[in-house]
């Protein structure tokens, strides 16, 4: 049974820092890729990152230098760590294996960061 825990999020001020985790039941986590994705309200879901078993990245392009996509293999744990943050980066944060699922396929709740003075 697939299951993913998104945590980590909260209120921060612009510039400032979170670090979200998702754990991962193994079926899924041993995917080869998994990645983050973020919905603000009103809009679709958006790629963030995507990292490999072996710990190849890649960002998307608002990502880049300013979030980092990690992952612990053996807690089945994967971490976005989140730098100079933006109000539009306001979100709910998912993460899910790479590709994402297929229409109606499993998400799990995410994690809401929002970032205001």
């Known amino acids: 049974q697939v299951q993913l825990v998104e945590s980590g999020g909260g209120l921060v001020q612009p510039g400032g820092s979170l670090r979200l985790s998702c754990a991962a039941s193994?079926?899924?986590?041993?995917?080869?890729?998994m990645g983050w994705y973020r919905q603000a309200p009103g809009k679709q879901r958006d790629y963030i990152a995507q990292?490999?078993?072996?710990?190849?990245?890649y960002y998307a392009d608002f990502a880049k230098g300013r979030f980092t996509i990690s992952r612990d293999n053996a807690k089945n744990t994967v971490y976005l760590q989140m730098n100079s943050l933006k109000p539009e980066d306001t979100a709910v944060y998912y993460c899910n294996k790479v590709p994402g699922p297929s229409a109606g396929g499993y998400w799990g709740q995410g994690t809401q960061v929002t970032v205001s003075s």
């Open positions: 990292i490999s078993r072996g710990g190849t990245t």
């Open positions: 193994g079926r899924v986590f041993s995917m080869d890729n």
